[in-house]
């Protein structure tokens, strides 16, 4: 079975000259050699002429290894809480290979990380992340998995059985946590409530990020997807998180009276 794209025409260019174009503009470029090997990346998931500046920058900035774990929020309610997909998927830049390897390691003697193919098939999260993670890999191969609300305690066994799995894995792994940040509110509230949460991901506080965002109410979509790759990034020896941009919906469309906020930082 292949997973088909759910939002292509929608949230990006459907037709692959169009959307490697569209990266062309929102991807700056920058030498190989200026590029760091990253622990993880956190980058917004909204329709590109919104948020794709912020991914594109923030992609720019990591070289991107030919394996990458993508986790994101579940919006649609379908399928376990923590869900594995085993697919490979369709893409209009070309086929994306599963990393059957690397899911393997993880899914073997798990807790809380299920094979799940339900949860992916209409979910928008991790699919706006492929074409950027394409642009730089032509051979990318993917763990997708998708996460509803969680505890912090089971986010917490979520990472160790990924550390793990990356621990035994033979190759360079990129991981990804998919993440917008405050929804539809004003411009001055979203700032305010987003540097809240951005503070805690910036001194990598999982566990401080996690309780602002349930205590503030903040809707910050990915919140648990983050928790688990800081989580994880630490555990494997990040040390320092880089703020790349932060930015809101109200830079595109003008209305700063509603705005999603999206933020694209970098683990190493």
């Known amino acids: 079975m292949t997973r088909l794209p759910v939002v292509a025409d929608r949230f990006y260019p459907g037709d692959p000259t169009r959307l490697r174009q569209t990266l062309d503009e929102l991807i700056p470029s920058v030498q190989d050699t200026r590029?760091?090997?990253?622990k993880a990346v956190i980058a917004p998931h909204a329709g590109y002429v919104y948020?794709?500046?912020?991914?594109?920058?923030?992609?720019a900035r990591v070289e991107i290894p030919e394996t990458v774990i993508i986790l994101g929020p579940n919006h649609h309610g379908h399928g376990g809480p923590v869900a594995l997909g085993t697919e490979d998927w369709a893409m209009p830049m070309g086929k994306v290979a599963f990393a059957v390897d690397l899911a393997a390691a993880i899914l073997k003697d798990s807790e809380v990380i299920d094979a799940d193919n339900l949860a992916h098939k209409y979910e928008h999260s991790l699919e706006v992340q492929v074409p950027f993670l394409q642009y730089s890999?032509?051979?990318l191969a993917i763990v997708p998995i998708v996460v509803s609300h969680i505890s912090l305690n089971q986010c917490r066994q979520a990472a160790l059985e990924i550390v793990r799995a990356v621990k035994v894995y033979d190759r360079d792994v990129l991981m990804v946590a998919s993440t917008d940040m405050t929804h539809y509110e004003s411009r001055h509230n979203a700032s305010i409530k987003d540097h809240l949460a951005l503070k805690h991901i910036l001194n990598l506080d999982p566990q401080g990020l996690y309780?602002?965002?349930?205590?503030?109410?903040i809707s910050m979509c990915g919140v648990i997807p983050t928790t688990i790759i800081l989580l994880a990034a630490m555990e494997l020896g990040a040390v320092k998180a880089e703020l790349v941009r932060y930015t809101d919906s109200g830079e595109a469309s003008g209305d700063t009276s509603q705005v999603v906020g999206y933020a694209g930082l970098v683990i190493s």
């Open 137 to 139: 890999q032509d051979t």
């Open 51 to 59: 948020s794709g500046g912020v991914a594109g920058e923030t992609f």
């Open 211 to 217: 309780n602002t965002v349930v205590t503030n109410r």
């Open 35 to 38: 590029k760091i090997k990253a």
